[in-house]
Each structure stands twice: as C-alpha cells, then as structure tokens.
C-alpha cells in the first residue's frame, strides 16, 4: 500500500522558518517517475495548491503567495520531498499535505496519492 507522510510541522511565531518532510513508500513505479506536489488546507476552506517539483527534480512551480518564501526539493535516494518554509506569516496557518501523481501539477483533484497532513500554525 503506498503511503506518503508528512512530518516536521508544529507551532512557530511569525517570521521564523520550518522544513517539512514527506517520506513515500511503495509507489507503484519508482518516486523519480513522479511530480510530487505540496497542498494546504486551512479551517473552513478549500484544499489550496502551495507548490509541485516535477519528477526530473529541475522544475518548481509554486503558488504566488509562497513564492520567495518556500523552496520545494526532493531527495529520490532518500524517498523524501521536502518543503522549506521561511518568513512564515499567520496566514499560511493550514494543514500541510503532500501527495504523488506522474502527470498532476496545480489540481489537488489530479493527483493519486495523499499524505495525511501535518499541521503548521504560525502565530503572530
């Protein structure tokens, strides 16, 4: 069964830094063959786009907001992708998802498989 988990999240003051990891395993091809995309959700809306590394691991795309601020990377060696979060505002208070897809960039609805969230609550 493929799982992907996200750890690294927690309470942090505005202005300060995190880094987000999200372990995959079994994948039904190998993880260099996917775009691994980062989503968050906060409380009473919709699961928004945050950011995609493209399988070759040369391309980001990354939603206007966190652009600056957020650098998606992956390690295929380590099974891991990862997302540096710094200058964090209240406003990026959410749940943090990770999820696989070979072919999905931007569309959370495009992608297959999903971590089950971490949370980051940056405070003011």
């Known amino acids: 069964q493929v799982t992907l988990v996200e750890s690294g999240g927690g309470l942090v003051l505005a202005g300060d830094s995190l880094r987000l990891s999200c372990a995959v395993s079994?994948?039904?091809?190998?993880?260099?063959?996917?775009?691994m995309g980062w989503f968050r959700q906060a409380p009473g809306k919709e699961r928004d786009f945050v950011g995609t590394?493209?399988?070759?691991?040369?391309?980001?795309y990354y939603e206007d907001s966190v652009k600056g601020r957020f650098t998606i990377s992956r390690d295929d060696a380590k099974n891991t992708v990862y997302l540096q979060m710094d200058s964090l505002k209240p406003e990026d208070t959410a749940v943090y998802y990770c999820?696989?897809?070979?072919?999905?960039?931007?569309?959370?609805?495009?992608?297959?498989?999903w971590g089950q969230g971490t949370q980051v609550t940056v405070s003011s």
């Open positions: 999820a696989a897809d070979q072919f999905a960039t931007r569309s959370w609805s495009e992608y297959d498989y």
């Open positions: 079994r994948l039904p091809f190998s993880i260099s063959t996917y775009n």
């Open positions: 590394i493209l399988w070759s691991g040369s391309t980001t």
